[in-house]
């Protein structure tokens, strides 16, 4: 089986050394194609704009100035002689849960291979406060070889990808694996810090505050915050299926 691996933390992140070792444990055939800086919050976006500079960075390893996008498709399109049979992407430096999910770049590589045809796992490691300075990547590691195999034991529809996030536990402590929903933050919590440079003048954050927060059942929301590893089954298709019909009699 050959495994692409990306993130959005960027080729120097731990989680993507995590992600390399839970790759590993599943094939030899390990092929990681990362961007060179930090690409958080990057989304699905693509670089059309500048060049894409490839940097070999050791056997199969490179980095790509420009976003997990990017890079999934350089790996695919260009890098690799023969498409991978599975897109891995994270280990993400903390939560891709509710509303995060349509931010996130970690996410959109694994949307990606997705687009591509390619069975794709999204993974990132939910931290808190405390665990801030150490996310615990060694439960992801732990934990993700035997949860890929057994993803990739499912028949999948296609253009349906896996969101699984880590909670913010050890090993020894996570109380299982829960499949549950996309789940919705308190928008309240996002707002603009304004701060003012050396010359006074103004420049602005985007930042989010912590609030404690009701969650709703069965979501990714709620699975981590008891302690599950949550998996979201993750459509392409963004249709709003059940308002079609209604839809289409309110303009008929
Ligand atoms: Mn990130």
């Avoid at 350089?74 to 349509?102: F, Y």
Wanted: charged share 25%; aromatic share 6%.
């Amino acid at each position: 089986m050959r495994i692409l691996i990306t993130n959005d933390d960027g080729i120097h992140a731990d989680g993507l050394k995590t992600l390399e070792r839970i790759a590993r444990a599943l094939s030899d055939d390990v092929w990681v194609i990362a961007p060179e800086t930090d690409q958080s919050g990057a989304s699905h976006s693509l670089t059309l704009s500048l060049p894409l500079r490839v940097r070999p960075v050791a056997e199969r390893t490179y980095a790509v100035r420009g976003t997990p996008t990017d890079c999934v498709i350089m790996g695919v399109r260009h890098i690799l002689d023969r498409a991978p049979d599975l897109v891995l992407s994270g280990v993400n430096r903390g939560q891709n849960l509710g509303d995060d999910v349509t931010y996130s770049g970690t996410v959109a590589g694994a949307m990606e291979g997705t687009l591509l045809g390619i069975r794709s796992i999204a993974f990132s490691q939910c931290f808190s406060k405390e665990t801030r300075d150490a996310p615990h990547y060694a439960t992801g590691e732990c934990l993700g070889p035997d949860l890929v195999r057994r993803l990739l034991a499912i028949e999948t529809p296609p253009g349906t990808l896996f969101n699984v996030n880590f909670p913010d536990r050890l090993t020894s402590d996570v109380r299982g694996v829960k499949v549950t929903r996309q789940g919705r933050r308190n928008p309240d919590l996002v707002e603009i810090e304004p701060r003012e440079d050396g010359r006074g003048i103004p420049y602005y954050w985007i930042a989010f505050r912590r609030a404690p927060y009701e969650f709703e059942p069965e979501t990714d929301l709620k699975a981590c915050a008891e302690g599950f590893v949550s998996v979201t089954p993750l459509r392409l298709d963004l249709t709003a299926d059940g308002f079609l019909d209604r839809l289409s009699g309110a303009l008929a």
